[in-house]
């Protein structure tokens, strides 16, 4: 089983933005983190960040070809990006979405996903656990 973890705008700066929100931890730590975890599970994680709309929809086009699923972090464009929508409605494998904080307990802009209606399910509020518990799902669905 291959996951790709795809992280969108800014999630480049964890650890320095805004750490009261998204914590200490840089994106670096929790793909770390992940790939341990997918290791010991018998799931290989490839990762991408990009601030590029584009070049996420093309990730999300190539792990339906080469992969198993998709675990995203679309930040920003989770509430703004059609093309994002489009592509994980469009693919074969299942798209999971997570988020570090609760959008539902954030400004009102950031309580709409885009994604939400089209992925297998959301993980959010979780801080990195939210990646965490998105890849267990991924080990139990193949699991069974």
């Given at each position: 089983m291959k996951i790709l973890v795809l992280n969108g705008p800014n999630l480049n700066l964890l650890g320095r933005r805004e750490p009261e929100l998204y914590g200490r931890m840089t994106l670096e730590q929790i793909e770390a983190s992940l790939a341990?975890?997918?290791?010991?599970?018998?799931?290989e994680t490839e990762f991408f960040q990009s601030n590029i709309e584009g070049e996420l929809v093309d990730a999300i086009q190539r792990a339906d070809r080469e992969g198993s699923g998709v675990i995203i972090n679309a930040g920003a464009y989770t509430h703004t990006s059609v093309a994002l929508r489009d592509a994980a409605a469009g693919v074969a494998v299942p798209v999971v979405e997570v988020h570090l904080t609760n959008p539902q307990a954030r400004e009102p802009f950031r309580q709409v996903s885009l994604l939400a209606g089209v992925a297998a399910g959301s993980i959010?509020?979780?801080?990195?656990?939210?990646?965490?518990?998105?890849?267990?799902?991924?080990h139990r669905r193949g699991a069974s």
């Open positions: 341990e975890l997918g290791q010991g599970l018998g799931i959010s509020g979780f801080g990195p656990e939210s990646y965490t518990l998105a890849l267990l799902w991924f």
